[in-house]
């Protein structure tokens, strides 16, 4: 069974930072690409970022040149560092397995909240 636990969310103001971490069991995690998704109250899940199995990473133009997505393979663990947070950023945030696929997928469970104010 897989299983993605979240980690990391907190409540900073603009400009802040913070690391996300979601530990993943179930599957062999090297062999998957894994991603970021995030939803904001109000609004649909979309997608965050992602890295694919040879280190290839994909950004949505909102977060690009603030946030880094990076694993750890020896640690089972994807992580998002997110710098220069901006409001807008206040999200659930979501880590998924075999990113691509219909955003709505991928926003379930309790994922970790990420509140960014002004």
């Known amino acids: 069974e897989i299983q993605l636990v979240e980690s990391g969310g907190g409540s900073v103001e603009a400009g802040g930072s913070l690391r996300l971490s979601c530990l993943a069991s179930?599957?062999?995690?090297?062999?998957?690409?894994m991603g970021w998704y995030r939803q904001a109250p109000g609004n649909e899940c979309e997608f965050v970022a992602s890295?694919?199995?040879?280190?290839?990473?994909l950004y949505e133009d909102p977060v690009k040149g603030r946030f880094t997505i990076s694993q750890d393979d020896a640690e089972n663990t994807l992580y998002l560092q997110m710098d220069s947070l901006k409001p807008e950023d206040t999200a659930i945030y979501h880590c998924?397995?075999?990113?691509?696929?219909?955003?709505?997928?991928?926003?379930w469970g309790p994922g970790t909240q990420v509140t960014v104010s002004s």
């Open positions: 998924a397995a075999d990113p691509g696929l219909k955003p709505s997928m991928y926003c």
């Open positions: 890295i694919s199995t040879s280190g290839a990473t």
């Open positions: 179930g599957f062999t995690f090297d062999e998957r690409d």
